[in-house]
């Protein structure tokens, strides 16, 4: 970073201070109806977005610059983030008109690959992990590891021993991002990596205040540390990235690796499990061609079955018994296809409405898909597979219909896609906001 020139105005000694402590972000400083970029990061982003690099002061302290219209920044953050960039959001955040001099700014949140909550920003139906690596002070190869999708709340972690298993692991869960507490990355690959703080044991285990209590969770963790570890890696990190209180992680899974089918590096690649050696494409390989899934959701979980291949028989039976029933019934089967087709990426829907970033249309589509899972009770009911079964859970049904009514009273079935447009809540659902509408006309 370039050092404060004498003739810095207070706006861009704002800048300065704000860009000190996100040095390796670049920094989206929002000015009116543009974000503007300065120095190092202007000419990475004109470099990068090929946009028209500006400059501004004397000859000797000559500041570049450049900058992309608010309205239109997701795209050229999404731009970034693919190219394996760090983006702060530095906004405003009080009204220019009653402030007293300067007007304050501040990081409002930092975007990064492994911390994507915007469903603009997101790959498709592809799980988008974060994950951390911890390691023990000792010589011995004992590694913890952690990963969570903050867009799904899906959160898990383990204990491995031994580099190479470690290695295989990470090549399994496809982090987009991975955050490390050693002198080196000890992945070893090409995805962005951060070297971060190792969280001490004491502190990492008020992490588990935050998910609802689990006598057997926090036993493993007691026995699997630098798991527990690696666990508060990446909520700190979701925490100082995204500055919520992370309601959207609500589970918090520790598992055992050895649980499931060991395979390689080098086995999954010639394999094709989920992409081509050729190309690394999804068409083509094993995952490509089982997925007919209906929903993201069923997608996700595909690829993870195919990823982490049971050993237990009393689970391989009982998903055997529930894929025997949906094969020999046909006319269900084609019910609940058509059916499935109709729901909504609930997951995400979920974690965007918890993070408060959610439109009205989400909570539109949320209702909407919660109503087809409420039709699909009668024809699971047709079936006894315990995994079947599971699902007709009556207690739950009650919640859904508390939910769809809830909105259906609250918000129109069309509402507009931006929060600022209006027009969103039913005219009788606020007797404030109908006089106000009254006086308005």
Not at 365 to 381: D, F, G, H
Request: glycine letters at 6%; aromatic letters at 8%.
């Amino acid at each position: 970073m370039r050092r404060e020139n004498p003739e810095a105005t207070p706006m861009m000694r704002q800048y300065l201070d704000i860009k000190a402590r996100h040095q390796d972000a670049v920094v989206f400083f929002r000015l009116g109806d543009f974000y503007e970029m300065f120095y190092a990061d202007a000419e990475l982003a004109a470099r990068e977005l090929e946009l028209t690099l500006t400059g501004r002061g004397s000859r000797e302290h000559k500041m570049p610059m450049c900058g992309v219209p608010y309205h239109a920044a997701d795209n050229y953050i999404a731009r970034l983030i693919n190219k394996g960039y760090k983006v702060a959001i530095c906004e405003q955040v009080e009204d220019p008109a009653l402030a007293k001099g300067l007007t304050k700014r501040e990081v409002i949140k930092v975007i990064t690959p492994g911390t994507l909550m915007d469903e603009k920003l997101i790959p498709g139906q592809a799980a988008n992990y974060l994950a951390a690596i911890t390691s023990a002070d000792t010589k011995a190869e004992t590694f913890g590891l952690a990963f969570a999708d903050i867009s799904t709340g899906v959160f898990k972690a383990a204990e491995l021993h031994g580099l190479d298993n470690l290695r295989a692991e990470i090549l399994r869960v496809d982090p987009k991002e991975i955050i490390y507490t050693a002198a080196e990355n000890p992945a070893g690959l090409e995805t962005l990596a951060t070297r971060v703080e190792q969280p001490g044991l004491a502190s990492a285990q008020k992490i588990l205040a935050h998910f609802p209590s689990d006598t057997s969770r926090d036993f493993a963790f007691e026995n699997s540390p630098l798991a527990l570890q690696a666990a508060a890696a990446v909520f700190n990190y979701f925490k100082a990235a995204q500055k919520t209180e992370l309601k959207q992680l609500t589970r918090l899974e520790f598992y055992l690796p050895q649980n499931y089918m060991y395979l390689d590096s080098a086995s999954r690649k010639n394999l094709e499990l989920t992409e081509t050696i050729r190309g690394g494409s999804k068409t083509g390989s094993l995952y490509g061609l089982l997925d007919k899934t209906r929903t993201s959701m069923g997608s996700r979980l595909l690829k993870e079955w195919l990823c982490y291949p049971l050993l237990d028989q009393t689970e391989i039976e009982s998903r055997y018994a529930a894929v025997g029933e949906l094969l020999n019934d046909l006319v269900a089967r084609a019910e609940l296809n058509e059916l499935l087709k109709d729901i909504y990426d609930i997951e995400r829907l979920i974690g965007r409405i918890t993070n408060g970033n959610a439109n009205a249309r989400d909570l539109v589509y949320l209702k909407e898909s919660l109503r087809v899972i409420q039709s699909l009770t009668p024809v699971l009911k047709q079936f006894s597979a315990p995994l079947l079964a599971a699902l007709q859970d009556s207690a739950r049904q009650k919640t859904m219909q508390e939910i769809c009514v809830l909105i259906d009273k609250a918000i129109i079935d069309e509402p507009p896609l931006l929060v600022t447009a209006g027009n969103i809540f039913r005219d009788g659902y606020n007797a404030e906001l109908d006089e106000l509408r009254k006086i308005n006309r």
